[in-house]
């Protein structure tokens, strides 16, 4: 007879051991089962209801556009990466562009490699995957262009053109100049 | 009967020296306590019965009492009743391509306990969250 184990309460030894049972379930997801997305963030490539496969990654193997799936607390938050450096993935949601959100190696879980919606898959290998990364690191760096670049690049312009201005005298000279 | 870990069936980590199992196929999950811990990594790192494991075992624990090959054949009953183990028949060489590297849990200072196997319940579909 196997003893049974009684829950602990919500911060008792029991909910640490249902955590990383929960983490063993997603890095068996390739091989036995599908795992479920919740929430409208990854809208429209994820949607309530969608089954996940999620394989174990190295974290060499992760490139930018990949969905992957991290411990956060006691989540599974699922997200795209956008930007990665040796020591941080920078992530993001394609249909919350507005809220950045980040992990780091050791929380890394699984790289998301097939979706089931209905009764149709998706794997990462077709082409309708790899257009929505396409798209979403598109989405991606054209934001991040009109939010950091083009405002460098407004001030820069704005002072060469009054440069321009106050060598052929329409405008005054700086004090200091 | 000699006895390895069904490694394509359970998922398993060690977490501050004790075991958590999961078997894929049905989400039951389980606990290990220190002894049992011990004596599955063993399992996970070669095929084994109740009397090396006992050997093995005594090796380690000195004083480890002299139940202890009825405790490992109660702990592996419960293993298999779970479709945790493999049998593996005597005929069996049951060696495995690439034995898998384990370490075994630190034993400082640890005191003899049967091994033990907690049965925790199942887990029920997984959310991902994006949110």
Known sequence: MVNEASDGGPEGPAKKTRLIAQELLVKVSAKHRTLYFHGESMRPFLVEGDEVVVEPVEWEQIRLGDIITYRY?????????????????????????????STVPEDVLGRAIARRRGEAWLTAGHRGWKMARLRALLRYHLRYARRVLIPGAYWRARGMVGGVLRAVGLRRRRASE | MRYRVSEEKVAWRIVDGEGVLLHADTSAYFGLNRIGTLLWTEL????????????????????????????????LEQLKEHDLLDPVSEGETGDRT???????????????EPPQLLRFGELEKLILSGE
């Open chain 2, 98 to 112: 690439a034995p898998r590297a384990v370490e075994a849990p630190a034993l400082d200072g640890f005191r003899y």
């Open chain 1, 73 to 101: 607390l006691d989540r599974f938050p699922t997200r795209r990466v956008v930007r990665r450096t040796s020591e941080r993935l920078d992530l993001w949601c394609d249909n919350w562009p507005e809220r950045p959100f």
């Open chain 2, 44 to 75: 996970a790192r070669r095929t084994t019965g109740v009397d090396d494991l006992a050997a093995w075992t005594r090796q380690r624990l000195p004083d480890a009492p002299a139940e202890l090959p009825r405790d490992i054949a109660t702990f």
